[in-house]
């Protein structure tokens, strides 16, 4: 359904994607995970032309999308915009509505589906179509965002971060409606994620990204059971069992004397956060603090050793 | 009285603001004269002080007002107090001046002239910012002010048909030019309006063009910038050599009256100077358009028209609103000075009275200018909270 061939993206000289090649097929949903600036965000924008690729091409069934025009293309492509981009001075029910509206619908049908969306994510039709954006809650703006990318029933969802701002209960909630959605119209979606988690659970296959290149694209078990490289192993250790355990060590006694880059982490962090934070910060050691005392440091290799101690 | 007040409505304490408004009242009132009589239009005046220019009913009814409102005004009354006593005592300066022309002006006296003098203009300048600062403190919506300021005009107007204000010099002066104060009004009115409206209809098209090229862009705001520190008297004076060719080699333009003097060169440098703040006004607007937004627009597959009519430009309206504010209450004042090179307008009062040394003619000129650029300053004011209103923080 969308086939990317050697897609580079150059942004001032610096290579943010580079030469990715990746197939999704069509009713699958690949969801994509990797460090903050990795090119996430610039991968899925060159799918709906919002970003020009600076080399390769990319394919939406069969068609190159660069002879379509763009805002045609993107009208048949629902995209939830990180941190949601409502327009704050539409209504919840004008800004779901806006895409239908771009493809003439009648309003009749406009409005049903409106509600049907609103009440999707559980969110009372009456109580909310005529509000603004302003008098939501941020986890509500989000799920309006949502809204409005399915809402013209688009065969292709990009998504980025979109249940980012939601709680565990409604996030569980809207990870399974959206799965249901794509069951029932066999939507083609790319989701980029933070929370490994969500990437197992709701990706067909995962795509890992790091400095821009795909390092690995898999189904989750291949992933699991065959990481390509430690960096993808130790991105998916947040998920596995091992990592659950050390949710309840903490680092203090672990610490070292030594020095550290970056802020530091108070005594008492557990085992499992310290470990993501040295991953997502690409920190190799962390400095550990108590009541604003640096005590020394912990190093990601003793993070990480816990982990194979059962 | 003020001691037996509910809690609530008087709490106690002094209010800074009320109280200065109070002490600038009192010290009008007592120390400087009221109103001025002069046995014709260009002699020298006479003060005279509240108590000897006004009918003794008058003077205690004025009193009693007084001494009762300054209270309210200066200790910590709840702002519907406040707004009522300096609501009255404004009212009560305005009959006052009818009312002492009426007792002062001899029966049958054609050439006796009597006017306000500086004690009456400081106690009513300072009632009227008291009245704005009650108002300020209750916050009424955009609707509410629109229709307070309709009824002022309107009871004004009716004041004005009824005659009560006759025996005032400005009115005298009225009376000797009515024929052409009519004339006047609608040349300085059309003059401020249309130069505005042309400044709208070519500065946000042309900032809508220009912004997105940086080079354009600054180019369009340093030309137009140039154009804003001409004095407007240089300007005029500028603009008559190249309209006074204009009208005599173009076939048909000075047909349309287009010339070296009249309405032309006063419309264009209005023109001139509302281009600026309108164009400015339109680029700044747009620019605050957040990026998340735009980007969820380009998302959504709207075309760069649609962007621009459904996104941006409704999201920059209340910016672009103020612009135009601005340059409506200025064009009004600057209009003026079309009196000087033959455009017409209240201006022509104004330069004339100075001519004349006839202080009361330039009041006729000055005093409509005025309230018309206050009328159009309050009405955008509640035009530009009207199209924020959407926008805006609101839960149901
Ligand atoms: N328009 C741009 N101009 C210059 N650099 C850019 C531009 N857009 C993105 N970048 C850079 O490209 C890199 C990748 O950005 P991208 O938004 O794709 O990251 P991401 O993986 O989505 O990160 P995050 O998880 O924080 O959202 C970043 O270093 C960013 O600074
Ligand atoms: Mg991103």
Redesign the pocket.
């Known amino acids: 359904m969308i086939d990317l061939a050697q897609v580079s993206r150059v942004?001032?000289g610096?290579t943010?994607v580079a030469d990715v090649t990746l197939r999704v097929e069509a009713g699958t949903i690949l969801t994509v995970v990797?460090?903050?600036?990795?090119?996430?965000?610039?991968?899925l924008r060159m799918i709906n032309r919002l970003i020009e690729p600076s080399t390769g091409t990319i394919q939406i069934a069969g068609r190159d999308i660069r002879d379509v025009p763009p805002h045609l293309l993107r009208r048949g492509i629902g995209y939830a915009i990180?941190g949601h981009g409502l327009f704050p001075h539409r209504t919840v029910a004008e800004n779901i509505a806006v895409v239908p509206k771009l493809l003439d619908w009648d309003r009749g049908r406009i409005a049903a589906r409106v509600d049907e969306l609103l009440s999707l994510f559980n969110l009372d039709p009456a109580a909310y179509r005529d509000r603004l954006p302003a008098a939501l809650s941020g986890g509500e703006q989000q799920r309006i965002g949502v809204a409005r990318a399915l809402a013209a029933e688009p065969p292709i969802l990009l998504m980025?971060?979109p249940f980012g701002a939601l709680d565990p209960i409604i996030r569980g909630r809207a990870q399974e409606d959206l799965r249901t959605i794509q069951q029932r119209y066999n939507t083609t979606i790319v989701l980029?994620t933070?929370d490994m988690d969500e990437a197992l659970h709701l990706g067909h296959r995962i795509a890992v990204?790091d400095a821009g290149r795909l390092v690995q694209e898999a189904p989750p078990a291949d992933l699991l059971g065959a990481p390509a490289t430690a960096f993808v192993g130790t991105l998916l250790g947040s998920g596995d069992r091992a990592f659950q355990l050390m949710a309840l060590r903490v680092v203090d006694d672990l610490v070292e004397p030594g020095p550290a880059p970056g802020p530091p982490i108070p005594a008492g962090t557990s085992v499992r956060a310290a470990l993501a934070e040295s991953l997502w910060s690409r920190r190799p050691a962390l400095p550990v603090s108590r009541d604003g005392v640096i005590l020394g440091r912990v190093t990601r290799a003793a993070l990480e050793a816990q982990g194979g101690r059962p | 009285m003020g001691g037996h007040s509910a809690t609530g409505l008087l709490r106690p304490g002094v209010d800074p603001l009320g109280s200065a408004f109070a002490a600038l009242l009192g010290l009008s009132l007592l120390a400087l004269p009221l109103m001025t009589t002069r046995p014709n239009r260009i002699a020298a005046g006479t003060g005279l002080t509240a108590w000897s220019a006004l009918p003794s009913g008058a003077v205690l009814l004025l009193g009693g007002v007084v001494a009762l409102g300054l209270p309210l005004l200066a200790l910590r009354a709840a702002p519907p107090l406040r707004l009522a006593a300096a609501a009255a005592i404004l009212l009560l300066l305005g009959l006052s001046a009818g009312w002492a022309a009426d007792h002062l002006t001899l029966p049958g006296d054609r050439y006796g002239r009597v006017s306000p003098d500086a004690g009456w203009w400081l106690a009513f300048a300072t009632a009227a910012l008291a009245v704005g600062d009650g108002l300020a403190r209750l916050r009424p919506g955009p609707i509410l002010r629109i229709a307070l300021l309709a009824l002022l005009v309107g009871a004004t107007g009716l004041a004005l048909r009824t005659g009560f204000w006759n025996n005032l010099s400005v009115l005298r002066e009225y009376a000797s030019r009515s024929d052409t104060f009519g004339r006047e009004l609608r040349t300085h009115a059309v003059l401020a309006l249309t130069s505005v409206a042309a400044a709208a209809a070519l500065g946000i098209p042309a900032a809508i063009l220009a912004r997105p090229v940086p080079a354009l862009r600054t180019g369009l705001l340093a030309t137009l910038n140039v154009v804003q520190t001409i004095p407007s008297m240089a300007l005029f004076g500028m603009l008559i050599a190249p309209l006074a060719w204009i009208g005599r080699a173009v076939p048909g333009a000075a047909a349309l009256g287009i010339a070296g003097i009249g309405a032309a060169p006063a419309f264009v440098a209005l023109l001139a100077y509302a281009l600026l703040p309108v164009a400015a006004a339109t680029v700044a607007g747009l620019d605050a358009v957040p990026w998340p937004v735009r980007d969820a627009a380009r998302g959504v597959g709207m075309t760069a028209r649609q962007r621009l009519l459904q996104v941006e430009l409704p999201l920059a309206l209340p910016a672009i609103l103020t612009g135009i504010r601005i340059v409506l209450v200025q064009n009004i004042g600057l209009a003026v000075i079309a009196g000087l090179v033959g455009g017409g307008g209240l201006g022509v009062f104004v330069f004339q009275g100075i001519s004349q040394n006839a202080g009361d003619l330039v009041l006729l000129g000055a005093l409509p200018t005025v309230a018309m650029a206050t009328g159009a300053a309050v009405l955008l004011d509640a035009v530009v909270d009207l199209s924020r209103g959407r926008a805006a923080e609101r839960v149901p």
């Open positions: 942004f001032e610096r943010v990797g460090t903050s600036g990795s090119g996430k965000t610039t991968l990180q980025d971060e980029v933070h990204m």
